[in-house]
């Protein structure tokens, strides 16, 4: 029997998100397993994936910072803004400096107005973008805030008429590492547009506990590496319940406060996860119960 719990796992090139869970739900034998944040097909990569009950922790990963191995090529751009999109235009990077390189990039960090790709899943009045923009229609995305806490330039190589820039970034849920690309790009002049993508962390997860599909597929049914309480622990912090808390808990009861920032995870005595709570005042309420009575 899968047991419930978190993997993280190591995306191929090629699928959708949507691809990955299907594979898991195969491999897990069963049809409760979701992703905690989407990447493009193109991209690799770090990719959290919930099963059974641990599906209610997927909401908190989803807002986790998240960081990214890109090569940004300079000198095109598309209308996807990435390798996987069609060339709207050519323009020559030869004349453009390192330093205006570094410029262009420095202008992202912190905290920024971003707008999404056009071709992207936010939906605009209830359609997803990139279906309008398959459909032939023109896609008017409003920016949203975002924080881009580190952006690093590894390195900067140049090929014919192009440039190539390899880039580290650590960045709030919502970012797209795309638009960075399209408008470093943008700023240079030349038009730019993502041809590589490895998320390496999604908030403490990373790439050295992920797992390839093919290693999963090696252990089925056994593809489980968090049980819920160790996956609660990495990315929220924690409370020991007493027995009777425990009992409160598992009937949705609230706990008294323990001045803990929220939401938090609250553990039982045998160390299962009872529940993720948040303060209100004096009490801490349950905002999801994984433990309930029996």
Known sequence: MTVDGLIVV???????????????????RTRRVGHGGTLDPMATGVLVIGVNKATRLL?????????????VRLGQSTVTDDAEGEVVATVSAAG?????????????????????????????????????????????????RVTISRLELLDIRRVGDAVDVDIDVTCSSGTYI????????????????????????????????????????????????????????RFMPTREASDEEARTLS????????????????????????AVVSEQGAKAKPEIVLAAAG
């Open 251 to 274: 009937h949705g009861g609230p706990l008294v406060a323990a001045g803990i920032e929220g939401p938090y995870a609250v553990v039982g005595p045998a160390g299962e996860l009872l």
């Open 10 to 28: 190591d995306k191929p090139g090629g699928m959708t998100s949507h691809d990955v869970v299907s594979r898991l739900r195969r491999l897990a």
């Open 59 to 71: 909401t908190y990963v989803i807002g986790a910072e998240k960081s990214y191995a890109a090569t």
């Open 96 to 144: 453009v400096t390192d330093a205006a390189i570094h410029a262009a990039l420095e202008a992202q960090r912190g905290e920024i107005d971003q707008v999404p790709s056009a071709v992207s899943a936010i939906k605009i009045d209830g359609q997803r973008a990139y279906k309008r923009v398959r459909g032939g229609e023109e896609v008017a995305i409003p920016p949203r």
């Open 178 to 233: 795309r638009a960075i690309a399209r408008d470093a790009g943008a700023a240079l002049g030349v038009g730019g547009h993502l041809t590589a993508l490895r998320r390496t962390a999604v908030g403490g997860f990373t790439l050295a506990e992920a797992r390839t599909l093919e290693q999963l597929e090696a252990v089925s049914p056994d593809v489980v590496n968090l049980p819920m309480a160790d996956a609660a622990r």
